[in-house]
């Protein structure tokens, strides 16, 4: 049913592998691994024109926020006319709900694609333990190694049943493997992966209006629960999936302060080209203000 999220995934992973393992070799792990990461920044790239949109949105949305309050000020005990004069206000500025859900519909697609992907380049029933488990009939290891997967002949499933980051097998899990080399790759990478999380939701967070009305559960399941559970649901995900949470995660933090800097560069840029503009057409001191010619002086 989503072979039209799995196919373009395995197809942009598969590009990344080719280029590394013509430099690094077709065994190599770490072709692997950096097809992973590059992975990542190409389709967070191009998923960047839907972040700034939603950063812009949240500007404005944050901009409009006095004027909500008034509206809810306005009609305090008509709710209907309170959804319907807010909704006109956004319409009117250009926010939609869309714009928002985009970028999380879109990672969320691409972490569940990503995830079917490398988890099927190992069909047998060693998988049996991770979530979302679709494989009806088992293979075995003979049967799964000459089994191509999506857009990757059975070559490369071989390559990627081989590949290893510092001796930890890419397809490994924690729960499913825990050697001394999973357990300090995959511990190392939960923990950093947490981190990270956390520090994006901080970031998040610290950007909010203190005067608009918050919600504080879902600042602390930003803060602590989801953070929590990288470092508890991690354990049943591949090392594969692992580095891409973290590639993610890392690329979600840069991204977020790259894109609220520019955006606060246009704020400001907007705030002196406003500014000028009123003491261009203010008066003089000590020059009365003459009827008409703040209009004569548009005509001109």
């Known amino acids: 049913m989503l072979d039209v999220v799995y196919y373009p995934v395995s197809a942009v992973l598969w590009l990344w592998h080719t280029a590394f393992a013509a430099l690094l070799g077709n065994a190599s792990g770490l072709a692997w691994v950096l097809a992973v990461v590059f992975l990542v920044a190409t389709l967070r790239a191009a998923m960047y024109p839907l972040f700034l949109k939603q950063v812009r949105t949240q500007a404005v949305v944050k901009r409009l926020q006095p004027q909500i309050e008034a509206l809810r000020k306005r009609y305090p ?3 209907q006319r309170q959804t319907v004069e807010i909704q006109k206000l956004h319409r009117d500025n250009g926010v939609g709900l869309l714009a928002g859900c985009l970028p999380m519909l879109g990672q969320g697609l691409v972490f569940l694609a990503l995830f079917h992907v490398l988890r099927s380049f190992d069909r047998t029933a060693a998988v049996g333990h991770l979530p979302f488990q679709a494989t009806p009939t088992p293979m075995t290891p003979e049967q799964n190694a000459q089994t191509p997967n999506y ?48 520090c994006t939701a901080r970031a998040t967070i610290a950007r909010q209006d203190p005067a608009a009305a918050q919600l504080p559960m879902l600042n602390t399941l930003s803060l602590w629960v989801f953070p929590a559970g990288a470092l508890i649901g991690g354990a049943l995900l ?29 704020a400001r840029a907007a705030a002196a080209a406003s500014a000028a503009a009123r003491e261009h057409t203010a008066p003089k001191p000590g020059v009365k203000p003459q009827p008409g010619a703040k209009a004569r002086r548009g005509r001109r």
């Open 151 to 198: 857009v990757f002949d059975a070559a490369d499933v071989q390559s990627f049943l081989h590949a290893d980051l510092f001796g930890a097998p890419l397809s490994a899990t924690l729960a499913g493997s825990p050697s001394v080399a999973v357990a300090a790759v995959a511990g190392t990478l939960m923990l950093v992966a947490a981190i990270a999380t956390h």
């Open 238 to 266: 591949p090392v594969a999936i692992l580095l891409y949470w973290v590639s993610n995660n890392a690329w979600t933090l840069a991204q977020q302060h790259l894109a609220h800097r520019h955006i606060d560069a246009e």
């Open 77 to 79: 005990d008509d709710r």
